[in-house]
């Protein structure tokens, strides 16, 4: 649930996904607004080819892809939150609480066999029974000592902790002990409606103490697991982390024998699954992919409408865009239906733009925040850039003797971000504005260019969580420092933002939260901080007798049931 929400640090901990779409040549028109909303309503919550536990044969070896090779397996480090490293964490980690499709949150029995909220007085107070057979592979049991660590860890008091995101953990005032070892009381100093998103995952006491474990602990291994299965084999050269099925699991046995997660470039996944060499592709917005795969035999298409989505981040750190008016230009300046209908022609998805931050089009609390800036007007880019005092010499614009010319960085392996680029090149072109694309290698793109603020312009997909607002904290909060940025790349933010985010994320009436989320999106549309371009397909192709494996929507993963129909 959390980080594009399954269970991640925090409520809400957004994942990074690595990718983008595909081709087309021709430039197809979005549908209507009304016919797109239609067309994503009938999307399913799940299709995941749900069987029974004891109709799914045991043993046997899933083999997936990662879109890159990672070093960091903390998922709650800023290099760590990616939709990669939470794949393999659902395998073997701890969490307190499992989403369903319908995005309701319940506490995970494995770890935690109950949990309540309730006011105390003006304090929100939560407990948690944690199972008293959960123990971490080195032995020691799973207690409130892991919960408080975590809490301490990731709740922002202590700066050396490079977390990803604070959300929750800042508004806990303490963790303690109750009864036992395997009760946890934990008190919160501000309210948090979604503290049913917190420690997921959960890691150990021993590696959350120091910020020396935290950020360096995880690094090219896994010290301890408390799954179903276990981590087997890290092969640095292979670029494989293989699972095994761990005999010390406490909870139902899993199916599997093993799992074998692999890098591979995104442009050679559609070919490996074609050769069955892995046993799922992702296909979030690549028709040549999808036309390939329909035309393996046995395979299975699978899609749900996820919680997540396309964007642009755009750095108002970076020198020549640090004026926000320079940034509503550029805004205007990119005709974002044309994105998002050549990003997802023939993908049998709602051709749809997205027009807020926080909510999908298929959330009930979506409105369209964009309003003139999300329009494409490239006459009002062009007089914003005028005034800013950028005066058009030539091809391209120039101030102080200087030529406006930004970077449009991506992954050089995934042809639709080069396509989007390409695209972005031509439209700021016609604003006098040079831009140039820049693809760096796909497991350097986060880590030397996205999280450090080296770029300007990046196109990369955030996966969301049931907790939407839990995004406000972590993507959208004005830094704290050069090192406490926690998701927010562009490293921008305002004081009044920052207030509303602070009532968003504490108000317990669910639709008064929607309102406040509705009013910080319009600020964020004012910031220009991301661009949002449409709610990326959840589509995967796969062997047609997988079980419970598939586009999971706002579910998590039940690794314990996933394997081959009998």
């Given at each position: 649930m959390k980080v594009g929400y399954k269970a991640v640090a925090g409520a809400a901990l957004l994942a990074m996904a690595l990718t983008a779409c595909g081709g087309a040549a021709e430039k197809p028109k979005a549908a209507s607004s009304e016919a797109a909303q239609e067309a994503a309503a009938q999307l399913p919550g799940?299709?995941?080819?749900?069987?029974?536990?004891?109709?799914?044969?045991?043993?046997?070896?899933?083999?997936?892809?990662?879109?890159?090779?990672?070093?960091?397996?903390?998922?709650?480090?800023?290099?760590?939150?990616?939709?990669?490293?939470?794949?393999?964490?659902?395998?073997?980690?701890?969490?307190?609480?499992?989403?369903n499709d319908k995005a309701d949150v319940v506490n995970d029995p494995n770890y935690v066999t109950e949990w309540k909220m309730e006011l105390q007085g003006d304090k929100q107070v939560v407990?948690?029974?944690?199972?008293?057979?959960?123990?971490?592979?080195?032995?020691?049991?799973?207690?409130?000592?892991?919960?408080?660590?975590?809490?301490?860890?990731?709740?922002?008091?202590?700066?050396?902790?490079?977390?990803?995101?604070?959300?929750?953990?800042?508004?806990?005032?303490?963790?303690?002990?109750?009864?036992?070892?395997?009760?946890?009381?934990?008190?919160?100093?501000?309210?948090?409606?979604?503290?049913?998103?917190?420690?997921?995952?959960?890691?150990?006491?021993?590696?959350?103490e120091t910020p020396e474990a935290f950020n360096k602990g995880w690094i090219d291994k896994v010290p301890v697991t408390a799954g179903p299965f276990k981590v087997e084999k890290i092969d640095q050269t292979a670029k494989t982390i293989t699972v095994a099925r761990d005999e010390n699991w406490w909870g139902q046995k899993a199916k599997l024998d093993k799992v074998i997660f692999r890098a591979i470039e995104s442009n050679a996944t559609i070919n490996a699954f074609a050769n069955g060499e892995i046993d799922v592709v992702e296909i979030p917005a690549n028709a040549a992919d999808l036309k390939r795969a329909?035309?393996?035999?046995?395979?299975?298409?699978?899609?749900?409408?996820?919680?997540?989505?396309?964007?642009?981040?755009?750095?108002?750190?970076?020198?020549?865009?640090?004026?926000?008016?320079v940034r509503h230009a550029i805004l205007m300046g990119i005709n974002r239906e044309t994105i998002a209908a050549s990003d997802l022609k023939d993908m049998d998805w709602p051709i749809q733009v997205l027009n807020n931050h926080l909510y999908m089009n298929t959330h009930k609390g979506y409105v369209d925040n964009s309003g003139e800036l999300g329009t494409y007007n490239p006459e009002k880019a062009k007089q914003?850039?005028?005034?800013?005092?950028?005066?058009?010499?030539?091809?391209?614009?120039?101030?102080?003797?200087?030529?406006?010319?930004?970077?449009?960085?991506?992954?050089?392996?995934?042809?639709?971000?080069?396509?989007?680029?390409?695209?972005?090149?031509?439209?700021?072109?016609?604003?006098?504005?040079?831009?140039?694309?820049?693809?760096?290698?796909?497991?350097?793109?986060?880590?030397?260019?996205?999280?450090?603020?080296?770029?300007?312009?990046?196109?990369?997909?955030?996966?969301?969580?049931?907790?939407?607002?839990?995004?406000?904290?972590?993507?959208?909060?004005?830094?704290?420092?050069?090192?406490?940025?926690?998701?927010?790349?562009?490293?921008?933010?305002?004081?009044?933002?920052?207030?509303?985010?602070?009532?968003?994320?504490?108000?317990?009436?669910?639709?008064?939260?929607?309102?406040?989320?509705?009013?910080?999106?319009?600020?964020?549309?004012?910031?220009?901080?991301?661009?949002?371009?449409y709610q990326r397909p959840d589509i995967h192709a796969t062997k047609k007798n997988l079980a419970n494996y598939g586009s999971f929507g706002y579910a998590d993963k039940q690794w314990e049931i996933v394997g081959f129909t009998k």
């Open positions: 799940s299709t995941i080819n749900p069987v029974a536990y004891d109709q799914v044969a045991d043993g046997g070896t899933v083999k997936l892809a990662l879109s890159q090779w990672h070093t960091q397996w903390n998922y709650n480090q800023v290099n760590g939150t990616h939709a990669d490293v939470k794949d393999l964490i659902d395998t073997i980690m701890p969490r307190a609480g499992v989403a407990t948690y029974k944690i199972n008293d057979k959960a123990t971490w592979s080195d032995g020691t049991p799973i207690t409130y000592k892991d919960f408080q660590a975590q809490w301490k860890a990731l709740n922002d008091e202590n700066k050396k902790f490079q977390v990803s995101s604070t959300d929750g953990y800042d508004r806990v005032e303490s963790v303690e002990k109750g009864d036992t070892d395997q009760d946890v009381i934990v008190t919160f100093a501000k309210q948090y409606p979604d503290w049913p998103g917190m420690f997921s995952p959960l890691y150990p006491a021993s590696t959350n329909k035309e393996v035999p046995d395979v299975d298409i699978r899609k749900a409408a996820a919680p997540n989505w396309r964007h642009f981040t755009v750095n108002g750190s970076a020198e020549l865009l640090k004026d926000k008016s914003l850039l005028d005034a800013a005092g950028w005066t058009q010499d030539g091809e391209y614009r120039k101030k102080d003797g200087k030529e406006f010319a930004i970077r449009f960085t991506v992954p050089a392996s995934l042809p639709t971000a080069k396509q989007e680029g390409e695209l972005t090149q031509a439209m700021l072109k016609e604003i006098g504005v040079k831009v140039t694309v820049e693809p760096v290698p796909d497991d350097k793109f986060f880590d030397d260019y996205v999280i450090p603020g080296n770029f300007d312009i990046v196109p990369f997909s955030w996966l969301g969580t049931p907790f939407p607002n839990g995004a406000l904290p972590q993507i959208y909060k004005t830094p704290t420092g050069a090192d406490n940025f926690g998701s927010n790349f562009p490293r921008v933010g305002s004081p009044e933002l920052d207030a509303i985010i602070e009532q968003a994320v504490g108000e317990m009436d669910p639709q008064k939260a929607i309102d406040l989320g509705n009013e910080a999106d319009k600020l964020i549309w004012d910031l220009v901080h991301t661009i949002p371009m």
